[in-house]
């Protein structure tokens, strides 16, 4: 029996009624839950209503106070302790993606992550470090945990878009382009997007380009 943490959270299922032909899965941010990002799945089910959404509480309570949860610790911001919280929590957030494959019997082509800020950092983590490439990362607000050591872990390649406002003050938007770097330096697929005046949260031109790459990679009309 595994002792991975099992993650668990609010989900929305098809628009449609029917079964799922499509999951996404939601990763918020640091100190909130799964809560926070279930309210994008409305949006989202426009050009997929055939998706189920979930929408997972990080493994561990907030250290910085408050009822959220975390991904790994921000206390410490040095890249050693924060590469060593992630690679704790990357199996854990593994496991939740290969439990929804098993449980609605997708494939991961059929499979997108949707991260925002920690979120994010840990979608761009996991996702190219799977054996088999997932469809695709929607990234708000984030940026690439170690992109020292992506070349030499990747396993994957699933195209990413990064979205981040330039009025960010806690992911400042300057760590875009050395996640795009290492990116395509790895030969993952990436899209970058810099939104004007917008801060440390996603908008709704955001929220329309996570829409035409997630119906673009998983394989569905964009027709609203």
Not at 30 to 39: C, V
Not at 82 to 90: E, P, Q
Request: proline share 9%; aromatic share 6%.
């Amino acid at each position: 029996m595994s002792d991975i943490p099992q993650l668990f959270g609010p989900h929305a299922n098809p628009v449609s009624g029917g079964k799922p032909r499509q999951v996404v899965i939601l990763a918020h941010g640091l100190g909130a839950d799964g809560n926070d990002l279930i309210g994008l799945a409305p949006y989202f089910a426009r050009v997929l209503p055939d998706a189920l959404f979930v929408s997972p509480n990080a493994p561990f309570a907030c250290d910085m106070g408050g009822f959220g949860y975390q991904w790994f610790s921000y206390q410490d911001r040095a890249p050693e302790p924060v590469l060593k919280g992630v690679r704790i929590a990357a199996p854990i957030l593994d496991a939740f993606i290969d439990r929804q494959l098993a449980e609605t019997g997708l494939g991961e082509d059929k499979l997108a992550l949707v991260g925002f800020s920690q979120g994010t950092m840990m979608s761009m983590f996991v996702a190219p470090r799977r054996a088999k490439a997932i469809a695709g990362v929607v990234g708000f607000s984030g940026r690439l945990i170690a992109p020292e050591t992506l070349a030499g872990e990747i396993k994957s390649r699933p195209p990413i878009t990064l979205i981040n406002g330039d009025r960010d003050d806690l992911v400042p938007v300057s760590v875009q382009p050395e996640a795009v770097k290492a990116l395509k330096v790895a030969g993952v697929p990436v899209e970058a997007h810099i939104r004007p005046g917008l801060p440390h949260s996603i908008d709704a031109e955001g929220i329309e380009i996570g829409c035409e790459f997630l119906a673009r990679v998983l394989g569905v009309s964009a027709t609203v």
